[in-house]
C-alpha cells in the first residue's frame, strides 16, 4: 500500500515528515548500506528506482544541491537568448547577457497558472502544459531573443522584472553551461581543457529508465580516477574502438573516442524516464564535424548512446516485475555514483520548520 499511494503523488514533498517508501526510511543510512559494499556492488532497492519519495528525496539531496549541466553555451549565442531547464521540481533559465555573459534565475511561472500544485503534476511525472516554465512541466527548446529583445513566450520565464527573480548560479564550463541554485555555490571542478562545441545544437533522447540506470549504463567502463565530484574511467565503443568516460555529478558523461566527445546531460522526466541532452564537442583547433574525415556523426553517437542505455532500459522494466527485489550488480560508475547520493543525503540540513506554509484558521489555533 505504501508504493500505491507514493507513486500515485498523494504524499506532498514535506521533509520534516521524512521520505518513507515500500516499508523503508529512504533517508536512512541503512537504505544504501548493502549497496555500496566495493566487493560485491549492486543496485540501491528497487524503490530508489520507482517510488516518488526517493524522487522527492533526491530533488531534496541533489538537485538542489549540486553543479547540473543543462546545455551548450553555442545554444544560446546572442544577446537575450534563453535556454530553459528544470531541475527537480524547479523551472529555471540561463540568458545571454549584452556583454556575452550569462545570467541563470527561477522562472516566473514555477506552478504555472496555478495556485497550487495539481495532483496530477505530483506523480513524478514532468507534464505535457501550455506553461512550460512551471517546475513540473516538460522543459521547451531554446528560445531565441527577437529583434527588439525578448519575445512574448519568454514572459512565462522572464515576467515583467526579470532582475527581481530569485537568481541561480552560473557557469560557462568550457563549451557547456553549468548551473546550481545556490548562488552562493563553491565553483565546480575545472572542466578539461582545449573543449569547444563542434555545432550549436543539442539533441534530445528519451529512454524508459531511472535517471541513476542511465548514468550507470552510459559509463560503463573501467575505473581510472576519482575525486570528489568526477570519475574517470576506459571503456569501449559499440565499435571495439577504446574510449575514455568521464562522470560529472550528478548528470554529465563526456564520452571521448575518435576525434570527439560527446557530452550527454541527464534530465529525469519520470520517475522510470530519463531525458539525454546530447551535444558534440571536440578540441580547440578542430575542424567542423561535418568537414573532418574520420569523425563520428550523430548517427553514430546515438546509435552509441542508444546501445549503451539498452541495459539500463531492461534493467527498470524488471524492477516492475515479480523478481524486482532480487538483488542485482552494478559498475564502478554505479557504485561511485550511489555512495555520492548517499553522501549528499546525509549531509543534507536538518529540516527543523514544522508548520505548514498554509494551514487554516482552525488549524491554527484561532
Not at 563549451?175 to 571542478?189: C, F, G, Q, S
Request: hydrophobic fraction near 45%.
Amino acid at each position: 500500500m505504501a508504493l500505491a499511494v507514493a507513486s500515485a503523488g498523494f504524499v506532498p514533498d514535506r521533509p520534516d515528515l521524512g521520505h518513507r517508501a515500500e516499508g523503508f526510511d529512504l533517508a536512512n543510512p541503512a537504505f544504501f548500506a548493502d549497496s555500496l559494499d566495493p566487493g560485491a556492488p549492486r543496485l540501491l532497492p528497487p524503490a530508489a528506482y520507482r517510488a516518488l519519495a526517493f524522487a522527492e528525496l533526491e530533488d531534496d539531496a541533489v538537485w538542489t544541491r549540486s553543479w547540473l549541466a543543462i546545455g551548450l553555451g553555442a545554444e544560446i549565442p546572442s544577446p537575450g537568448d534563453l535556454l530553459p531547464f528544470t531541475a527537480g521540481h524547479h523551472g529555471l533559465h540561463v540568458q545571454r547577457e549584452p556583454d556575452s555573459g550569462l545570467v541563470g534565475r527561477f522562472n516566473k511561472a514555477q506552478h504555472g497558472g496555478c495556485r497550487a500544485v495539481p495532483l496530477q503534476c505530483r506523480t513524478g511525472t514532468k507534464t505535457r502544459c501550455s506553461f512550460t516554465a512551471c517546475g513540473y512541466s516538460r522543459d521547451g527548446a531554446v528560445l531565441p531573443a527577437g529583434p527588439d529583445g525578448p519575445t512574448p513566450a519568454m514572459h512565462q520565464y522572464l515576467g515583467l522584472r526579470p532582475e527581481r527573480l530569485l537568481p541561480v548560479a552560473v557557469r560557462a564550463w568550457g563549451p557547456l553551461v553549468r548551473i546550481n541554485l545556490d548562488p552562493a555555490a563553491a565553483p565546480p571542478e575545472p572542466p578539461r581543457e582545449g573543449l569547444t562545441a563542434l555545432t550549436g545544437e543539442t539533441r534530445w533522447a528519451e529512454f524508459s529508465a531511472n535517471w541513476k540506470l542511465a548514468m550507470q549504463a552510459l559509463a560503463e567502463g573501467e575505473p581510472l580516477a576519482e575525486a570528489s565530484d568526477s570519475l574517470r574511467l576506459t571503456g569501449r565503443l559499440a565499435t571495439g574502438e577504446l574510449a575514455t568516460i568521464a562522470v560529472y555529478f550528478p548528470n554529465l558523461v563526456l564520452i571521448a573516442g575518435r576525434a570527439e566527445t560527446c557530452a550527454v546531460m541527464l534530465q529525469p522526466t519520470a520517475l522510470g524516464q530519463t531525458l539525454l541532452r546530447i551535444g558534440l564537442l571536440g578540441s580547440g583547433d578542430a575542424e567542423p564535424a561535418a568537414a573532418a574525415p574520420g569523425r563520428m556523426s550523430w548517427d553514430a553517437w546515438l546509435a552509441e548512446i542508444a546501445a549503451r542505455m539498452a541495459p539500463a532500459v531492461a534493467t527498470q522494466a524488471a524492477l516492475t516485475g515479480p523478481e524486482a527485489d532480487d538483488p542485482r550488480p552494478t559498475n564502478a560508475a554505479g557504485l561511485w555514483l550511489q555512495r555520492n547520493i548517499a553522501a549528499r543525503v546525509l549531509a543534507r540540513p536538518a529540516a527543523t520548520e514544522t508548520q505548514p506554509l498554509y494551514a487554516t484558521a482552525q488549524g491554527r489555533g484561532c
